[in-house]
């Protein structure tokens, strides 16, 4: 409900996303935002007047908003101005502020410096605004007030949608803007998303681009980055920044206010979530603008070479861990780990199951791929999530059955087709058989759990693709490959 008095409005926004790109339950939202703060980038020593932050729902860009976040942890912050991007308002070209006292999430309300707007409304010569429409359906401010509610609780926010990328108004919003901050404890926000909708694969080259392009501290750069990899006419490119305007005044802002250089703090893209589709993806950054004068690019960001090898047992520990982690953080909080800090070893791709049991050893899901094209700490993350919670043969997993339940990792060995039946050997091979348009799969570990012989086992594998019990005998076609196996429990893990 909207009420005049003393002609300032009085109304608070409500949410308009939450239950979609973050949780609804306050005690939810809040875990949520602290697993990833726990696992957020180290923050550094340099004073960061400005972010540049993704906005999309946390189960993808989460990780690198509080990457971001963290660096700022430790600054005195009293009033965080967030710079959206204008998805909902065609031919709105102007910095539009919300026209009330703060916005709703289920953290409760953040309050809108009304001081700082109103000083932005005198000296804006018309570029700032007080435009309620902007704000109504707009979700690139509203997912970073829930981080600046738990990690700034005093803090005031101002919400100002930024509507276009014209460089002039921008430039202008950015200086007025830097007027008004001068001497005041705030830390500016730009809300961005990055390239829209490549391939997992041809993302980075052109993220990593535009994010270097960030901490030049020269918008016309950062504008002209955008233009030449927009020239590249890769399919599917949309944007490279959806919140570009958002970007080129906080970097304006951020110069005026004594910021001489910057950091490129973390990158991921949609396809890297455990959720995430690899043909069709978004890039996220975070960047850090500084009074330092330190330009830290992309460069810090690479990953070293993946290495040969066995796995070692710090690395199946590390699985475990992950696989455990990836359930009970989408379970208790909403969100899902992002699969880094791994090993150069775990970079290969290599096809894995993960099994869960119950307390009793009984089967509680089981799924996996024989092959695969992403890292293998990602696929072991995938296939938890399957095994718990989409197994067809089971109820999804609850939480309060977590405490009580086992993990089981196979890590497999590439598959190969032998010539028949008679080349598989029970306990020692996996097995997958195809026929007339059927197939299923064994684990190696299968036929020694259940104490089957091969053809015993061949038998059981030909009734769970749906045919006749010896119809492997004929007309079958079989690979095998073998798997490294390990528990949670040759690790005393969980660890209490």
Request: hydrophobic share 40%.
């Amino acid at each position: 409900m909207t009420q005049r008095v003393n002609d300032t409005w009085k109304a608070v926004r409500p949410p308009a996303v939450a239950g979609q790109f973050y949780a609804d339950s306050p005690d939810i939202l809040r875990r949520g935002i602290e697993e990833y703060m726990i696992r957020a980038v180290t923050g550094h020593e340099q004073t960061a007047i400005a972010l540049i932050l993704p906005h999309a729902g946390y189960i993808y860009s989460g990780q690198i908003a509080a990457d971001g976040y963290n660096q700022v942890r430790g600054q005195k912050i009293d009033t965080v101005v967030i710079l959206g991007t204008n998805h909902t308002v065609p031919g709105f070209h102007c910095g539009g502020l919300y026209p009330g006292r703060g916005f709703q999430t289920p953290s409760g309300v953040a309050e809108i410096d009304q001081e700082i707007m109103a000083h932005l409304l005198e000296r804006g010569g018309g570029d700032f605004v007080t435009d309620e429409k902007v704000h109504t359906r707009e979700h690139s401010i509203e997912v970073q007030v829930p981080f600046v509610q738990v990690l700034f609780p005093q803090a005031k926010i101002v919400p100002v949608q930024i509507g276009g990328a014209d460089p002039n108004m921008c430039e202008r919003l950015g200086v007025t803007l830097g007027q008004v901050l001068k001497d005041r404890h705030a830390l500016i926000v730009a809300s961005t998303d990055l390239s829209h909708y490549p391939s997992a694969e041809d993302a980075p080259s052109f993220d990593l681009a535009v994010l270097d392009a960030m901490i030049t501290l020269n918008p016309l750069t950062f504008k002209e980055t955008i233009k030449a990899q927009m020239n590249r006419r890769l399919p599917n490119l949309q944007t490279c920044a959806c919140g570009e305007g958002a970007v080129m005044a906080a970097i304006t802002a951020a110069s005026f206010l004594g910021a001489r250089g910057g950091r490129v703090v973390s990158y991921a893209h949609s396809g890297d979530s455990l959720v995430g589709d690899q043909g069709r993806v978004v890039g996220y950054g975070a960047v850090a603008l500084t009074k330092e004068a330190i330009q830290i690019d992309s460069r810090s960001l690479a990953q070293p070479e993946t290495t040969d090898g066995e796995l070692q047992p710090e690395d199946k520990k590390a699985l475990l861990i992950f696989a455990r982690e990836a359930i009970t953080r989408y379970l208790t909080t909403q969100t899902l780990p992002l699969a880094r800090d791994f090993s150069p070893f775990l970079q290969q791709q290599r096809g894995v199951f993960v099994t869960i049991h119950n307390h009793k050893g009984a089967l509680r899901g089981c799924i996996g791929n024989l092959v695969s094209h992403v890292p293998l700490p990602r696929l072991v993350g995938m296939m938890s999530l399957q095994s718990g919670l989409k197994d067809p043969r089971f109820s999804p997993v609850r939480i309060d059955e977590l405490k009580n339940l086992t993990f089981e990792i196979s890590v497999l060995t590439p598959m190969k087709q032998v010539s028949g039946y008679e080349d598989i050997e029970a306990g020692r091979d996996g097995v997958v058989l195809r026929k007339d348009g059927r197939s299923a799969v064994f684990l190696p570990q299968v036929a020694a759990e259940q104490g089957w012989g091969r053809d015993e086992m061949l038998n059981h594998l030909a009734a769970k693709a749906g045919l006749p019990r010896e119809g492997w005998r004929q007309g079958a076609s079989f690979s095998t490959f073998q798997a490294v196996v390990f528990r949670e429990e040759d690790f005393g893990l969980p660890e209490k």
